[in-house]
């Protein structure tokens, strides 16, 4: 009996139909099977996973591989995105084991939950040196008939060592001068200077760091900071990795020179990286960035955002190609055939040269994916648009690749911040107000009476799993960029909620940070992990959301768990810059103060406050906070006591105990904020 039908993950409920005897992780699928005396097979995925449905077509959806499987293993299905804890300690595991990991990621364990044997993809058949999916069925069901002594002995040491893993939390003071310094001539060692980002193939987009070279550069003025995060962010925008005509990110490339992507969509890498190009824009101006910025707001907007107000969590890579296959890439590429079936021989022949589509292909089968190569020439303008309006009808004509509905706290507070921050930057009130619709939907539906999270929703239901770290962070982060913006201080105080269960269930005596809550499920080990991946460990973006409350209360508690949480980073940072880049980012806003900005009028109304609100938003300076408000206003506590000046609008800037006189002047607070 297939036990996913009634969950509200989109993941598992493509598998609803298998016919393994699916279970989702609950308590009653280790007690079954206790009960059979049977080990489990553990498997984790996500719905845009590409080889998570390949494997899933290729063996579980066959009908002899299902049966071996339900009469030798109890089955659990996992969704990575709904349980990252479970997926964190079992990943662990994996790669501890095999040096390596991925999705799916195939796991065997004990009735107890304990791991002995792992894997990733596994084949139907062998090929490669890899055995076939029946072969490692056949070979964990003998092992646990036969050496079941061995097996177990195997599972408590693996347990033991991952037990022994705890974070050495070290020196509890956060990085300084010399080791920003450090992580800055790190970066520069991994830079691809001929392409852009850090690294080979394949190649992700490096958000995060590029977050830190912005404030680097904003707090030091150090040039080759600024020219890395730029030339990055260029190189991303023009290769295959954006999408050319609908805007937005795909999750990476699979070469170095950013061409060819792997084509799914995620909303926490185009929120990141929506705001990044956002504050790239402010930074230096470039029509670039803020083109960039405005296209992925608008692609999160339009394909991304559900009906009740929140974003969904991702779209497929694969889709189907017009003849009943499902193809990775179908959706997003071009034949120099199909432009000229689209736009007509002459603009086809543009397109092809503009967008680098060529006839032997730049993808699969003579098929291109869109890109913008730096050549000679001018191109007209009018032209290029039309061509891109029609190319852009004619692929919405195509079919669309699947859309993983469910809604995850931490990623959608990573949007709340982007489409705020990039509304206002722009003064585009609809991507503001998206922000707070999304933020709302969380209050209403991710939200306890005690004001603990709830991780995912789907269709206005809220799933049944805990918020991890992440999601208090990520949430709490969305709603100070949403307080800054908006001026309402019902945020900062929904921020300050989250942030005190942070510090009161994630936090040890130490300081030490914890993925789960003290009274989260008990798993083989309590996960932490305090580098950046895929999104902003929960640990780097508590300590940045941490700093910002601090700033904004002056909360000593708070601005201390920051301080003490930056302690992995004044480690780390040196040695490992690309996996704690936001880390890196929250240390350079300790250092710059950060600053904090009051800014007080008439009215919320007034012309000369909303200018000077803007200004503030528009600085540079790092991490600084921004509360804006009617004189008297008791909005935030950084307006209190802050009177007009003269009976004019007026920004305070404070640092480090130390104000500012005040200003009516924007070109003052702009040099006060930029530098």
Request: glycine share 10%; with cysteine.
């Amino acid at each position: 009996m297939n036990r996913l039908a009634g969950v509200t993950s989109p993941y598992l409920l493509q598998h609803a139909d298998n016919p393994v005897d699916w279970w989702p992780w609950t308590p009653e699928a280790f007690q079954e099977a206790r009960r059979r005396d049977v080990p489990v097979l553990l498997s984790v995925g996500y719905s845009a996973c590409h080889w998570c449905h390949v494997m899933a077509h290729e063996s579980f959806e066959d009908e002899a591989t299902a049966a071996y499987l339900n009469s030798h293993f109890v089955s659990v299905k996992v969704d990575r995105e709904e349980r990252p804890d479970v997926d964190a300690v079992y990943m662990e595991a994996v790669q501890a084991a095999t040096g390596q990991g991925g999705w799916p990621m195939t796991v065997f364990l004990t009735p107890d939950a304990e791991p002995f044997y792992f894997g990733t993809y596994f084949p139907p058949e062998p090929r490669h040196g890899m055995p076939s999916f029946r072969q490692v069925l056949q070979g964990v069901q003998q092992a646990w008939a036969e050496r079941r002594d061995e097996v177990t002995e195997v599972a408590g040491k693996i347990v033991r060592d991952l037990a022994g893993r705890d974070i050495s939390y070290g020196d509890a003071q956060a990085p300084g001068e010399e080791q920003l310094g450090q992580a800055l001539l790190g970066l520069t060692r991994e830079y691809d200077e001929q392409r852009g980002g850090f690294g080979g193939a394949p190649k992700f987009p490096p958000s995060m760091v590029v977050e830190f070279l912005l404030r680097h550069h904003a707090r030091t003025g150090a040039e080759g900071a600024l020219q890395m995060a730029r030339d990055t962010c260029e190189r991303m925008a023009r290769g295959g990795i954006y999408d050319q005509l609908g805007g937005g990110f795909a999750r990476y490339s699979v070469d170095r020179e950013w061409v060819v992507p792997h084509f799914e969509k995620m909303l926490y890498d185009n929120a990141l990286l929506c705001r990044v190009f956002a504050h790239l824009w402010r930074a230096t101006g470039s029509d670039l960035a803020r083109r960039v910025a405005l296209e992925t707001a608008d692609f999160m907007v339009r394909e991304l955002r559900t009906a009740e107000g929140g974003f969904a969590s991702a779209l497929d890579a694969d889709s189907d190609d017009g003849t009943g296959r499902h193809v990775e890439g179908a959706y997003y590429v071009w034949t120099p055939a199909q432009l000229t079936e689209v736009l007509g021989a002459e603009d086809a022949e543009l397109a092809a040269q503009y967008f680098g589509v060529t006839e032997e292909g730049t993808f699969e089968h003579g098929a291109s994916v869109l890109q913008l190569p730096q050549q000679e020439g001018v191109f007209d303008a009018a032209r290029i648009a039309s061509v891109r309006v029609r190319l852009l009808a004619a692929r919405d004509g195509r079919p669309a690749p699947g859309r993983d509905d469910k809604v995850v706290a931490a990623w959608n507070g990573l949007a709340i911040a982007a489409l705020a921050e990039t509304g206002a930057y722009f003064e585009r009130p609809d991507l503001v107000e998206a922000a707070v619709a999304a933020a709302d939907l969380l209050v209403r539906l991710h939200l306890d009476e005690q004001v603990r999270l709830t991780r995912t929703s789907k269709d206005g239901r809220a799933g049944a799993n805990a918020g991890v770290l992440e999601d208090y962070a990520d949430v709490a982060e969305g709603f100070l960029a949403l307080a800054s913006v908006t001026g309402e201080g019902v945020w900062l105080d929904f921020a300050g909620f989250l942030l005190d269960h942070v510090l009161t269930r994630f936090t040890d005596a130490s300081g030490s940070l914890y993925d789960t809550a003290s009274d989260a499920e008990h798993l083989i080990r309590r996960p932490q992990d305090p580098t950046d991946n895929a999104t902003p460990s929960g640990w780097s973006a508590a300590a940045n959301a941490l700093l910002s409350y601090a700033a904004h209360t002056g909360s000593e508690p708070h601005r201390t768990a920051a301080e003490h949480a930056l302690g992995v980073v004044k480690a780390l940072g040196p040695r490992v810059p690309r996996f704690v880049g936001w880390g890196l980012a929250a240390a350079e806003a300790l250092l710059d103060g950060p600053r904090e900005v009051a800014v007080v009028g008439p009215d919320a109304a007034d012309a000369a406050a909303r200018g000077l609100h803007r200004t503030a938003l528009l600085g540079t300076a790092p991490g600084a906070v921004v509360a804006f408000g009617a004189e008297g206003s008791d909005e935030f506590p950084l307006l209190a006591d802050r009177p007009l000046v003269g009976g004019a609008a007026a920004a305070y800037v404070c640092r480090n105990f130390t104000c500012d006189a005040p200003t009516t002047d924007p070109e003052r607070l702009r040099a006060a904020l930029n530098g």
